[in-house]
């Protein structure tokens, strides 16, 4: 098997480049001639690669790719699940090279999608393809692969629902997240949830003098930024009432573990060039990044910004805030408290919208499932070193759906790092994490039909 991935390395890494040039954006309508363009690539790869029943499905938004190997329906079925959507590359003057013409330096490959989730992704197609040909498939596979996990799924949502029997498995298994470092092998045991939404504070119906009306009217600026400042106490905890209520602490036992994991608090200054870090009291940023729960501000507009200075009292203010969740709260739950609290605090000189944008649950699965020792011998086999099960921050939100719809856990066997710099600039993947994923993922099927077999 690793003879075959020996001979076909320039290929794979080739064929994974192509990919990448396609810039399949899935949050941007100019992209959508892309996203067909990177969905047919995927389906032809897929094909290829031997799989039968190979698909484009049409959603209301991008289409999703579907194909699949039954060798003996008597074996256990892995269903693999990837997106082959990016997120958008601005600003693009941030990028030392253009975000989607792959550079491959030190060793890795620069581009948006490099790992997240192009490079992840194809090295289950690369695995396929390594096991037919090698004759040493030990289970059925189906592949699903769409294209809009960076803009929440929502139509994946449907397509599950309605096609619980095709997507019919025993285990999910994706490769999308991120592990502590190459010579640190660790799974992700856990995704946080999300609320995504977009506020806007109004106030007089027009752009005013800020010196003829200055002082007498509200600025929906001033009061947008005094109003998220309220969403936190001094302690970093966040004000809306009721959001700690269905939070589940963590036994200190649990907590221990997790800071158990190799990480140096220096060294994340260093890299980052902060003289501190910021978080919740009494939680260690471990636990602030994974287990608990945050409120961010990701984009804040209105007013002037153009070169020199114009005194102007806007009409207008706007934010864009996420929530990342953990076990057991809801996405529906906290956005509707943040929405019902938000505009409780507004001031009656400014009237207060709040869109929502998606969301999506939280995410744990147990380490003494089958599936998870499969990926544990797996990592263990081509890394040498038994890996540390880890809890992840960021989310994706159709796993606790397929827990939901299908009855089926994820495991998430990312190689990934967090070098890699996923949604920023200069966004990278190592070649040794697309090869050590391309030669793990088969042991993994060899590990999971073994042991399924005697369980
Ligand atoms: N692959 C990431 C999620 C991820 C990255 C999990 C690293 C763990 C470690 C995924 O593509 C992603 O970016 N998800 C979004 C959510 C989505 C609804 C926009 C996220 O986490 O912001
Ligand atoms: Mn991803
Ligand atoms: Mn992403």
Sequence with gaps: MNNYIEKNRDKFL???????????????????????RAAEFVRDRISEAGADRVEIYETPGHPIVYGEKIIDPSLPTVLVYGHYDVQPADPYELWDSPPFEPVIKNERIYARGACDDKGQFYMHIKAFETMLATDS?????????????????????????????MLKCDTILISD??????????????????????????????????????GGVANPINVLCEMIASLKDENGHITIPGFYDNVQDLTQAERDALNAAPFDLDEYKKDLKIDDVAGEKGYTTIERTSVRPTLDVNGIWG???????????????????????????????????????FKAIAPASVKIKVVPHHGGLPYVTPTDSLEYKAAEMAMEESFGKKPIPTRGGGSIPIVALFE????????????GLDLDGL??????????????????IPLFFKHYAALKKVD
């Excluded at 810039?23 to 100019?30: E, H, L, R």
């Excluded at 995704?191 to 005013?208: I, P």
């Excluded at 949604?423 to 050590?436: A, I, Q, R, V």
Aim: glycine share 10%; charged share 25%; hydrophobic share 35%.
């Design 404 to 415: 939901q719809e299908l009855g089926r856990k994820s495991i998430l066997m990312g190689f």
């Design 177 to 214: 997240t991120s592990m502590i470092a190459n010579d640190v092998p660790s799974i992700e045991t856990g995704l946080r949830g999300l609320t995504y939404l977009e506020v806007e504070v109004v106030g007089a119906n027009r752009d005013l003098h800020s010196g003829v009306y200055g």
């Design 423 to 440: 949604h920023g600039p200069n966004e990278s993947y190592g070649l040794f994490n697309y090869y050590k994923g391309i030669e793990t």
């Design 303 to 341: 007013g002037y910004i153009g070169e020199g200075a114009k005194t102007v009292l806007p009409s207008k203010a706007n934010a864009k805030i996420s929530m990342r969740l953990v076990p057991n709260q809801t996405d529906q739950e906290i956005c509707d408290l943040f929405t019902k609290h």
């Design 14 to 36: 080739n064929e994974l480049l192509d990919l990448i040039r396609i810039p399949s954006v899935s949050a941007d309508s100019k992209f959508k001639n892309d996203m067909r």
């Design 137 to 165: 498939l030990t289970c059925n596979v189906k592949m699903m692969i769409e294209g809009e996990e960076e803009v929440g799924s929502s139509h994946l949502e449907t397509f599950v629902k309605e096609n619980r029997d």
